[in-house]
Nanobody
Framework: QLQLVESGGGLVQAGGSLRLSCAVS????????MGWFRQAPGKEREIVAR????????DYADSVKGRFTISRDNAKNTVYLQMNSLKPEDTAAYYC????????????WGQGTQVTVSS
């Protein structure tokens, strides 16, 4: 069983930055492709970014390209999401996710961390 614990969320002004972390335990993080999703109130959960097992391949939602960067440190079993130039529309609960297939279903979810961007 894999456990994912997010941290780093909070309240930030528009234009600011935050770095989210996802600590992976139970199995080696390198076993899984990882991703970050978000869900705003009244909206469906959407993918923000994903990263392959080795970290060599990444993808981003159009809405965050050029502002967010996903990375991972498999030695530390941790995945990161660096968020720059934050906008009020980035306000959401952010979830870490793990899956055995890069474009397949998510096998594990974290509990989420709230990001609120004030205008």
């Amino acid at each position: 069983q894999l456990q994912l614990v997010e941290s780093g969320g909070g309240l930030v002004q528009a234009g600011g930055s935050l770095r989210l972390s996802c600590a992976v335990s139970g199995r080696a993080a390198s076993t899984y492709h990882m991703g970050w999703f978000r869900q705003a109130p009244g909206k469906e959960r959407e993918i923000v970014a994903r990263i392959s097992r080795s970290g060599t391949t990444t993808d981003y939602a159009d809405s965050v390209k050029g502002r967010f960067t996903i990375s991972r440190d498999n030695a530390k079993n941790t995945v990161y999401l660096q968020m720059n130039s934050l906008k009020p529309e980035d306000t959401a609960a952010y979830y870490c996710a793990a899956g055995l297939y890069y474009s397949g279903p998510t096998d594990y979810w974290g509990q989420g961390t709230q990001v609120t961007v004030s205008s």
